[in-house]
Every structure is written in C-alpha cells, then in structure tokens.
C-alpha cells in the first residue's frame, strides 16, 4: 500500500504540504470495468496521489441533440449515447473507490450532474474535481460545498467573473479550496497553457493553486511544479494509440512515472533554500580538486625574482590561490623551490 503522507485537505490547506498530483483517466477506460480498474493499478505504480474519473449520467447531463467535441467514435451514433456507455453502477464506482483506497490513492471522480453528486456522495470520494464546464454551474456547487468536501476548481472555461463568483460562494463556507489553472484546448499549446496565471490566481484568491493541464506532456506539470502549485492534475493514457477523446492530451502511465519523480525533485529543491556562501565553505575540498594554485615552472634559487615567465597555475587548488598571480608577481623567494612546486607564503620574502 502507499503510505498516505497527506491528505488532499492539508495539501489545500497547508502552504508546504506536498504538491498533490492527480492522475486524470476520465474516458480513458472506453466504458470497460476491468480497464478502469487497470487505470488504478498502473497511476498507483507511477506514485501519483490521486486517481480521478468522471461520472457522467447521460439521462441526467445530456440530451440526444448534444453535439460532438470530435467526432471519434465509430459505435455511439451520439454523443449522448457515448455518455450511456461511459456509465458504470454504484456498486461498481463503489468497487474502483475501494480499489483506490487499498492502494493508498484518493479516489476523485468529477460529478457532471446534480445526480452524480448524490451518487458519489454514497460512493464516498475525498473531495471534488468541478470541471471547467460546471464552474458556473452555482446549483451544482451549491449541493458540493454541502458535503464540507475539499473542493479543486478548474477554471478552462471560465471568465473572470464567473470564477470571482464561484470562489465568493465557496470560500465563507471554509472548506478545503484549490483553484487550477486550465485552459480547454486539446491538445493544448503551450503559448496557451497560462502559466502567468498561476501566480495571479493565488494572489487574487488568497488560496491553493495549480494546473489542470491538457499539453499531453510532462512539460507543463513540471513547470507547474517549479511554479510552486499544490495541486497538478494530468490526463492519462496506457498508449498514445488507444482509442478515445483525451488520448491527444494524455500522457503514458511511463511518462506518468518521470512526471511524479521530477513534482518530487522539484520540490525537494524549493523547500529547500540555499545561502551562497554556506555552500563555498561546504565545497571546499572540492574546490581543492578543481581550482588552481600558484606554481613555478622550473627551479629557483634563494633571492630570484618571480617574473611572469616562472610562474603558472596549476591543479590542486591547496596552495597559493590562482586569483593572487598578480600579487606574488615581482616577489623575491627567500629559500630554493623546486620545478612545479607549489608556491607558499613562507617561500615569499
């Protein structure tokens, strides 16, 4: 099991909680059980903190007359009819919960329907993904902020104003609040992925903050990361040749691997400042094998003057240091030295 080292309300809660990186599968499981519980598997592997689907009720979010984003599928003769294949019982979200949970993932699904709220809420999930879409959607929100669930906000299709208002009605409930930065395009560009505005929600919101990204790469988490997001949130794809909507903006389970242990360097970094000169005096030994010293290239007597043509730097850096040349140029030696000895200041008069 995955040891459970924070929980997503102290991550949105707490400004140096690990970064809380969600493993998006949303269509990627085609309608298929047993895919979806395969998704859960290979995220937990990748060390992710979170898995997230969708919950989509066709009866309930959808009509026969909704169009297609991309016409992709060759055996949904609607968009409508696609949600229905996408469904799957209680008992089995139930099933991909418990999953989850044994492997030490939070489970997140994201509810596209007053009715996939209720339905998830007996699931039983560790908060709420609100998608783009339903960022406006104040009924909706409403129902979410109920349950006193930590709340992740994206933000891909949303003016400004429609997030001031989303954010005034769910922040005086004092629930757990993190804000994404998201922008629906798929792929999306990354002239288009906004990542200015990371800095400007946190800022303007006073809360957590990240990216929901959709680059199909692990550029952008990385980025987010370095950013200092505590949330980052990409979609997933066993292979760049499956069948779905969001393969485009996915990326592979493998890839899924480097982008968790690149949020984790990351951060290791940041939560750790440096101080310039504590690191000088940590590196001196070597320093000593890369810097230079002051030497003389042939034998010298008593009394000799050292003129440019005696002297050169050389490695180990243990002796008179290289930045003095101009100093000890013109010095007198007070005893013989040796070729490629080392110059002192006890040799100098």
């Known amino acids: 099991m995955k040891p459970q080292e924070h929980t997503l309300g102290a991550t949105l809660t707490k400004g140096n909680a690990p970064c809380f990186v969600i493993a998006e599968i949303a269509q990627a499981h085609d309608g298929s059980l047993g895919t979806a519980h395969a998704y859960i598997d290979a995220v937990a592997k990748a060390g992710v903190d979170a898995v997230k689907f969708q919950t989509h009720l066709a009866e309930f979010e959808s009509t026969p007359d909704e169009p297609w984003r991309v016409k992709f599928s060759r055996q949904d003769a609607s968009r409508f009819e696609y949600w229905k294949r996408m469904e799957f019982t209680e008992v089995q979200w139930k099933g991909l919960k418990d999953h989850a949970q044994e492997l ?9 329907s007053l009715e996939a709220v209720e339905l998830l809420t007996r699931v039983g999930v560790s908060g709420w993904k609100v998608p783009s ?12 902020v109920e349950t006193k669930l930590p709340i992740i906000l994206s933000t891909g299709m949303s003016s400004i ?13 004092h629930v757990p609040l993190a804000i994404l930065q998201c922008t629906s395009s798929y792929p999306c560009p990354p002239e288009k992925l906004g990542l200015n505005l990371i800095a400007w929600l946190r800022e303007r919101y006073g809360c957590a903050v990240g990216l929901s990204d959709h680059s199909g790469t692990v550029y952008a988490g990385l980025a987010a990361a370095a ?9 997933v794809t066993f ?3 499956m069948f779905g909507p969001d393969v485009p903006v996915s990326i592979t389970t493998s890839e899924l691997k480097q982008l968790v242990d690149g949020v984790r360097f990351i951060e290791q970094a ?3 400042p440096l101080n310039k ?17 002051i030497v003389v290239r042939k034998s010298l007597p008593v009394g000799a003057v050292l003129t440019p043509e005696f002297l050169a730097v050389k490695k180990p850096g243990t002796g008179i240091p290289a930045s003095h040349l101009r100093e000890v140029t013109g010095r007198k ?11 002192s200041n006890e040799d100098l008069l």
């Open 161 to 173: 104003e429609e997030i001031d208002k989303a954010v005034k009605y769910v922040q005086p409930h």
């Open 333 to 343: 030696l007070k005893r013989p030295v040796l070729a490629n000895t080392f110059l």
């Open 270 to 272: 940041l939560h750790h």
């Open 277 to 293: 000169d504590e690191i000088f005096h940590e590196m001196q030994t070597v320093r000593n094998l890369f810097t230079k010293s």
């Open 227 to 235: 950013l200092g997001s505590q949330v980052v949130e990409v979609h």
């Open 239 to 241: 292979s760049r040749e």
């Open 104 to 112: 030490g993932l939070k489970f997140l699904s994201s509810p596209f």
């Open 133 to 144: 879409g339903e960022t406006n959607n104040l009924v909706l929100l409403e129902r979410i």
